[in-house]
């Protein structure tokens, strides 16, 4: 089994989120949406410009990306670029997406009533 070489960069986020005290999951979870991005541009991250960071976010809206997976990367992508990479103004170049809420479901006055019969000792 090969081991994957990790970048100055890559070793710089880890090292960075390790003193945040930012767990495993967390830790893998940003270094994965950072691949996907660094994968997207051809290029390492940290040279991204604004309008890369909204090519990347057209691209994930058109591939059908959900709110919390899209949300979850623009979450390390501002990891990266604000205490990786020191580029605190790139943040502005990124939108979080709001999921879409659901309606509740809203029983009709017959489920009710069935609800109500079936449930034991309340004798109606």
Not at 26 to 37: E, L, Y
Not at 79 to 93: S, V
Request: with cysteine; net charge positive.
């Amino acid at each position: 089994m090969t081991e994957e070489k990790v970048s100055p960069l890559r070793q710089r986020m880890i090292e960075d989120m390790r003193i945040r005290g930012m767990g495993d999951k967390a830790q893998n979870s940003h270094i994965r949406a950072i691949k996907d991005f660094a994968a997207f541009l051809a290029r390492s991250p940290d040279t991204a410009t604004p309008e890369d960071l909204r090519a990347y976010q057209l691209h994930m809206t058109e591939v059908g990306i959900t709110p919390p997976t899209f949300n979850a990367r623009i979450m390390a992508l501002r990891f990266l670029f604000g205490t990786t990479c020191k580029r605190e103004d790139m943040h502005q170049h990124m939108q979080f997406r709001r999921q879409p809420r659901r309606l509740p479901v809203v029983l009709s006055v017959q489920d009710v009533s069935a609800v109500l019969a079936a449930a034991p000792g309340l004798g109606f």
